[in-house]
């Protein structure tokens, strides 16, 4: 529908009032609310921080590594003599002692052996001891010259001769005895047995080193773990280790969230690896709750030495700048600025050898709003 053109202007007049009204609304109502808000500072009054005592106390200085959990000793059981693989003892994954019986090889074909032996070592000392009866009576009619002495020689020489094949029966005696011994396989050290290689029944042959392996048995009591450490650190872990106090080592699951033993240092490589610029270390653990596993993975902290009543803060107070580092300490309700000389760091913590004494407030959180001299709130401590 179309206006009439008189009433044209009317709308037109009333359209243009209406934004005027709008226009005025906007600037005395939204700009009158808002312009108090923008006057307001919010950097201007007291910031409100947490705050941390500076300690004294003996600091333990460590180094860090990554090890491996590395078996005390491990020996691969195989048979010794060939035959008939006639029971086996031991279970999978148990724990042996030194000395007890894992296997048994059929002895008979080496009872036989040991028997054909000790019948040729009787034959032979029947006849030395016909030849020495003998060697007596050619002796006696020598003396009263009644035979030659190249008689009584020959008879001597055959006496000798004996004596030494006696020497050599009993070689062969003991080589069969202790040929039949072996076929009672034994556990040769103490530790835990691994996987069964060999089942009974089966022929296995004399041990030649590249032979089938019935199991093996790695020692985990005590056990070992082996890490390297750089070149820079060689200088002060010799130092601590050569004092002769014994270094404590720790060692802790992959997220070093479980400490999983406590050990002591055992020994270093006599030289550092060229390739990686590091020095190979082992400790030694007792491990008596099995808590460490050959090899398996682990972060290591070795106490190379210990600061005694040092003075020490977290190390996210400190702060850092163009003149050095340096730390917010609260004096009469305000922030100062105080310069430090930083010692070693364990952990969370670091040494402040100059600039703080045991018992300074030092700000730990709300460090973005401070300045040198600005008041605070204390949130805690």
């Known amino acids: 529908m179309t206006l009439p053109a008189r009433k044209r202007p009317a709308a037109r007049l009333a359209l243009i009032a209406l934004a005027v009204v709008a226009g005025a609304l906007y600037f005395f109502v939204w700009r009158g609310q808002a312009a108090p808000v923008a006057d307001i500072n919010v950097w201007a009054g007291p910031v409100p921080v947490r705050v941390i005592s500076a300690t004294q ?25 060939a035959g008939q693989l006639a029971r086996v003892h031991f279970q999978e994954g148990q724990q042996v002692q030194a000395g007890q019986l894992l296997a048994e090889i059929d002895p008979e074909p080496l009872r036989v052996k040991l028997a054909q032996a000790q019948g040729q070592q009787a034959q032979n000392l029947a006849q030395l001891k016909n ?53 009672r396989i034994v556990a040769p050290i103490a530790g835990r047995i691994g996987l ?88 030694r653990f007792d491990n008596a709750d099995d808590g460490l596993f050959p090899n398996q993975f682990v972060n290591v902290r070795l106490q190379v030495r210990q600061l005694s009543k040092a003075v020490t803060i977290v190390s996210d107070a400190v702060q850092h700048g163009s003149k050095g580092d340096y730390v917010y300490v609260i004096q009469d309700g305000k922030a100062k600025v105080r310069p430090v000389t930083l010692g070693p760091v364990s952990g969370e913590r670091v040494a402040v050898s100059q600039g703080l004494a045991a018992g300074d407030k030092v700000v730990l959180e709300g460090l973005d709003r401070l300045r040198d001299g600005k008041p605070v709130i204390l949130q805690g401590s």
């Open 57 to 81: 106390e003996d600091m333990d200085l460590w180094v860090k590594a990554v090890g491996t959990v590395t078996p005390y000793n491990t020996v691969t059981v195989r048979p010794r003599v």
């Open 131 to 183: 030849a020495e009866e003998e060697l007596a009576t050619y002796q006696g009619l020598f003396e009263k010259d009644s035979i030659a002495r190249q008689l009584v020689d020959r008879q001597r020489a055959l006496v000798n001769q004996l004596r030494g094949t006696r020497q050599s029966d009993q070689a062969q005696v003991d080589e069969a005895t202790l040929q039949l011994s072996y076929t």
């Open 196 to 283: 069964r290689q060999l089942d009974a029944g089966n022929l296995v042959a004399a041990d030649t080193g590249n032979g089938q392996a019935l199991t093996t048995i790695t020692q985990t009591r005590p056990i070992n773990v082996s890490f390297n450490l750089p070149d820079a650190q060689v200088a002060a872990v010799r130092e601590a280790h050569t004092a002769g106090k014994p270094l404590v080592v720790e060692v802790w699951d992959r997220g070093e969230a479980h400490k999983l033993a406590i050990g002591r240092l055992n020994t270093l490589d006599n030289q550092i690896d060229t390739p990686t610029g590091t020095l190979k270390l082992k400790a």
